[in-house]
């Protein structure tokens, strides 16, 4: 039966495995303060309804060879609703491209590219990005430091509007 909220307990779940998607039920369920049975119920349940996207691991992107990441700004034509949707699947499928966003402002869309150098963004960005269907103009940002990054969400904010 899908939640029409998240309760305060649903909201400690998430921050807990937000941190720590490896977290055992067991370990869920004592650092929640629920037997495991009940944990494990909800937890199927916040996977169910969606809340969960999934669950994965962090990389090290210098770590496997990927020392350069930008951040990439691209107009596209806005005379062809197939070529934004061409855009988009393009980019879905390019290993390159680590998240697309469509945004207001300048650009149309905002993408992280990561490579293993300079000579292989620039490879990504001429025979990849500029040969897309409808792409009018890239700006790219080089990422020279990390401040913050894969920040979890701000449930504290979320516990206190479902309420």
């Known amino acids: 039966m899908p939640q029409s909220r998240l309760d305060a307990v649903d909201i400690r779940i998430l921050e807990a495995i937000q941190g720590n998607g490896r977290l055992s039920n067991v ?52 005379d062809n609703e197939g070529q934004t949707e061409a855009f988009r699947q393009r980019m879905i499928a390019l290993p390159e491209v680590m998240f697309c966003f469509s945004v207001t402002g300048v650009a149309d869309y905002v993408l992280r590219i990561v490579a293993p150098d300079l000579e292989a963004f620039e490879r990504f960005v001429v025979r990849d990005l500029l040969k897309t269907p409808g792409v009018k103009d890239v700006r790219s940002h080089f990422v020279i430091g990390t401040v913050k990054d894969n920040a979890g969400l701000p449930l504290t904010y979320a516990e206190a509007t479902h309420h």
């Open 27 to 78: 370990d869920l369920a004592n650092r929640i303060g629920l037997s495991p049975s009940a944990c494990l119920r909800r937890v199927q349940a916040l996977e169910t309804e969606g809340y969960v996207k999934g669950y994965s691991a962090q990389i090290n992107p210098k770590k496997v060879g990927l020392g350069v990441s930008a951040i990439v700004m691209v107009t596209v034509a806005q």
